[in-house]
């Protein structure tokens, strides 16, 4: 937030009466300013540098007031008192107009093509018959400087310069050069520097260093002559002397050089509608000419005034207000948006002056109204939004966790989520290179390289804090670590850990492995080897030899164990022998009865908005789609086939711009090769044919493609769901009675199918499939999973998820026709391939 | 307990006269140490009324260790003479042939006891000296209590299971206890103050029906951290000063197509109203990979999702870390805790928004609370609240709110009518408040003083003063 320094009396005078501190401090406060600071010149010199250099100082009252930053008209004093005044209702909001010079031509600025590549834009204005005073020459300079820092991104963005237009003639040229053919004598300076020169000058200059990086390394430098070749300015550098404003200047003309027009439009306005209040025509601004490298001239300051209708309603609305019309025009009047009712309804019309490049929508003019009505008159109300909470089910087990784990005796510690490379990595005895840690690019100390992607350096940095609190010291912690996953849409994920640590004098394993067998105990996991949890040596190089172990929770590593490694404990400057535990504990979560929230979002939009902004035109096929996991309709009736053929009649593929699984899952569900008279479909159906003998080498597909059948079962179809067989018996001996019930009922079947033929009770499943440890071929188990065939049976895509310690499982989605595929036909079918397979879980059914 | 021998000496004394003994006398009669019998009289006060003991104290005058000295062996003075032979110096002869050595006389008397001979004036003069000193003697006047008995009953420390049993506890007399003295500390672990802080926030919100958000993803595109919520790519706030950008995975892969394309557009160009920023919008800018500085992009996520369903008002929140490139001071550290709200319904007002901030900070027992217009790029109107510190006798800021802007929501594609209110505070700032820290490093990170988590207390209400 900018802060703008203005001398009291100097204010109270321009604002007609004198405030006590408290009054003036409430008056900002209303109006959305804060004042910061009252001090004076001597005051801050001396804290900053001492009394001594602070005698002789002005100790002339100054009011240091935060501005927001969006408000470049109330960086100077004259905006200030401008824009209280008019709140106040003690001023009628000026109205800025640019003017032809009386005599002859305005002045002209000529851009010539070579600033195209440096800084491509410029613009101009002359203030006419400007009396300056010191305090307004100070003002003038100043607005410049805080301009300069907000809005022109620390010149970066726009630069300002200012000349004494009597020392100058026009026309003016900007153009770039090579820096070592640029020579003139600098702001301030007694000789003449050539541009290379002065970047060197510059390189000690407290202020004007900063600025230098932004042309440095440019092959031409900005630069303004006039039609006599004297320089103006070197943006975003310096000024020449020559043309130095003073306080006897009359008549000021004004450059702005940008690489972003819309704001050196901004901060030309700002400059003139401030100081042209000092001119002998107040609130007049000389227009100037600006001419294009393509011969198009435009004429600036543009002090466009806009104009917006809104209604009286939408104020009220939206601010929680009951006003009349005319009084909110009248409110918004003292924000300097001149309006007024216009009479039809409750229209209001709003004038936009060029001083308020803030608002740029209704809202921001809604929240002008509400200021000058006063935020703290609105009547506070309560939404009847109704709402039933749901805890984030990880927190939830989390917080859960942190009572039990703190009631057993173990104190929590809470470390930074970063921390330096050497933390997680060297002195863990592990290579940075094996850890999946995220690195950050701009760290301003070695303590934030990286997320830390272990609890575990920052409890032996706790203790080593704490040596002094008596042993032993037992400490964990439940909080997020971050790894690599190239899986998210960011490359990277917060996994939840839970470490603890025991140091005493003596190792303490067991302290360790008791709170490891309470903690399952809390979680309600029992001992045992399979369908429990089970401990089994481990090779880690954090840890003591023979003195660690894999914790393994049904089958999966979820974390280890163990007793520290001596070298271990002496990089983190710890003397005492120590154990510690660190494990997942995201696998712990099992089902909750709430519908868990995620943050992952769609990538592909099904739901199609009216977007004002739209053309119409573009609503096509998408608006039949009605869910996530609904697309086209059943591909095996004519109605679904029809659906993908008008998708695919602007399209290639299902999705983006390559051939993807997409295309295979919705080419496999397509019963036979389309008919011809579906164009679209069967030109995309044989490109796609064209793909299957290296369909496994496709990129996955981005979005979960589920084909459905289309109508949803009514009630009285209810008598299909009882034929299906959830236990399928394969009993081989059927009685011939059975094999004549199931005769009967497919037949029965056939003919309900033949009635409605789109009517196929099919299921989405996500399976998840788990190896034996990290060194199963996960390929070769994904190639065996997808073998299985069944009829009614359709494989989809699938990912490789990591479940802790490099194991992980495969996550395979597939489609099943009810009547034809069970999930333990499925999950005997994938376990047969034991030397691959350790378990198969259903993670996910859905009906279709 | 003091030899019991002397104890019931003690008692026979005190059992033959009638007006009580003087502990000093009884210690000089016995021959033992004074410091003997005082812890008799203290063991017998313990047992109860037995007896009574009044403490007097009186002085009497001592020789030091040089007055001692020279009560042996005479003074200065007069071992020099005696020192010098006969025949010696011929200036010895000039003076006096004898000496009558008056101080070693006097403090002779003083040995013997006999002080009271002396003039205060020839003893203060001889303390002068640092021969003699005065030393208060405090002893006990003992006299029968009430319930005196020459006997000692032994008194029992504690229950025990066998006196429960045989039931002989009725007759036992025990020992009473010290009721001054601290208890034995418990041997247990103890939560962190700052979560404890933050259980509660969520409690607040849980309260109030607010669903908490997944904000488990500390790495966050700028897309979503800046780009989603209208905040301009040249914002300071996305400089390399003020975020943590990634240099692997620098980039971020996957946008929702459609919804980037919308934001580019309102950026660039403006739409649903807007006049937008006006300037080149970079999908580079969006791409990179940052630490998140808010949890807002979180709520920017959960806006876009619920835009993608059937709109149902929702109240969201969060209470998670975010990451600050910035200075740090006492303070200020590059990470802390956001706390957040987020209410999103069909026609919210601003008074809503005020509202709902009042009903939360009524629960955190603040009750005084005002408004004041400030400047956020996503939201409008913005207001910071502050609340009246009774300590201070000021109003300090507690916190920022807001109404996100429709060139944020309605990109999202959410209905035009719905409006979405939004509050946030960080946890660190009333954490230090309540538990009285001025030291942010005390509180987070691993130089966190122990001593201060095992004795920070529950945390009832948050911070009733910011």
Known sequence: MPTVGVKRDLLFKALGRSYTDEEFDELCFEFGLELDEITSEKEIISREQGDTKASGASDVILYKIDVPANRYDLLCLEGLVRGLQVFKNKLEVPRYKRVSPLSGEPQKLIITKETEAVRPHAVAAVLRNITFTQERYDSFIELQEKLHQNICRKRSLVAIGTHDLDTISGPFTYTAKRPGDISFKPLNQTKEYTATQLMSLYKTDSHLRHYLHIIEDKPLYPVIYDSNGVVLSMPPIINGDHSKISLKTKNVFIECTATDQTKAKTVLDMMVTMFSEYCAQPFTVEEAEVVYPDGKTCIYPELAYRKEKLSGKFINQKVGINESTEKIAHLLTRMCLLSQATGAGDEIEVEIPPTRSDIIHACDIMEDAAIAYGFNNITRTTPRTYTVANQFPLNKLTELLRQDLAAAGFTE??????????????????????????????????????????????????????????????????????????????????????????????????????????????????????????????????????????????????????????DVINRFELTMPCSALEMDIEPFLGHTAETPLTRDVPMKEVIKHRFPTRDESQQSAHSRLTSTKTVFGDVSTQVGLEALSDFLADKSYIEGFVASQADMIVFDAIPSPPSPTLCHLWRWYNHINSFQTDRARLPS?????????????????????????????????ESAEVARIKEQRLAEYAAKKSKKPALIAKSSILLDVKPWDDETDMSKLEECVRSVSMDGLLWGQS?????????????????????????????????????????????????? | MADTGVLETLLQRVEKVDDGVDSLAVATSLGVDHQVIVGAVKSLQALGDVISAELRSSKHWELTEEGTEIAEQGSHESRVFSCIPQEGLAQSELMVESIDDQVREKLLLVQKGHSTQLEEKEKNELKKRKLLSEVTVKSYWITKGNSFSTTITKQETELTPEMIASGNWKEKKFKPYNFEAMGVAPDCGHLHPLMKVRTQFRQIFLEMGFTEMPTNNFIESSFWNFDSLFQPQQHPARDQHDTFFLSDPAHAHEFPQDYLERVKKVHSEGGYGSQGYKYDWKIEEAQKNILRTHTTAVSARMLYKLAQQKFTPVKYFSIDRVFRNETLDATHLAEFHQIEGVVADYGLTLGDLMGVLHQFFTKLGITKLRFKPAYNPYTEPSMEVFSYHEGLKKWVEVGNSGVFRPEMLLPMGLPEDVSVIAWGLSLERPTMIKYGINNIRELVGHKVNLQMVYDSPICRNPPTHF
Do not use: W
Not at chain 1, 814 to 831: H, N, Q, R, S, Y
């Open chain 1, 413 to 566: 510690a809470l470390n930074f989520a970063l921390c330096s490379q050497e933390d997680i990595a060297e002195k863990l005895g592990k290579k940075i290179s094996e850890m999946r840690a995220v690195h950050i690019s701009n760290p301003k100390t070695a303590e934030f390289q990286v997320a830390r992607t272990t609890l575990l350096p920052g409890l032996l940095k706790t203790i080593a804090a704490n040596r002094k609190m008596p042993l032993p010291l037992k400490l964990f912690e439940i909080s997020d670590v971050v790894l690599k996953d190239e899986t998210k849409d960011v490359g990277a994920r917060n996994s939840r850990r839970f470490c603890a640590v025991y140091y005493n004098k003596s190792p303490g394993f067991e302290v360790i492995h008791g709170l490891l067998d309470r903690t399952m105990q809390l979680l309600e996991v029992k001992p045992a080897r399979g369908e429990g949890y089970h401990i089994q040596t481990a090779d880690d190089s954090t840890f003591f030899p023979g003195r660690c172990a894999d914790i393994f929770v049904r089958g999966k590593n979820v974390g280890r164990l163990g007793v520290l490694h001596p």
């Open chain 1, 701 to 733: 597909a981005k979005s979960r493609y589920v084909l459905p059948a289309t109508p949803l079962a009514t009630p009285n179809d209810a008598s299909d769901e009882e034929d299906i067989d959830l236990f399928g018996s394969d009993d081989e001996a």
């Open chain 1, 799 to 848: 990912k490789l998820v990591p479940v802790g310690y490099g194991i992980k499982k495969l996550q395979i989605g597939c489609v099943v026709e009810d009547d034809k595929v069970g999930t333990d036909m499925l999950e005997e079918a994938i376990t047969a391939f034991e030397e691959y397979v350790q378990s198969v879980d259903v993670a996910a059914f859905n009906k279709i």
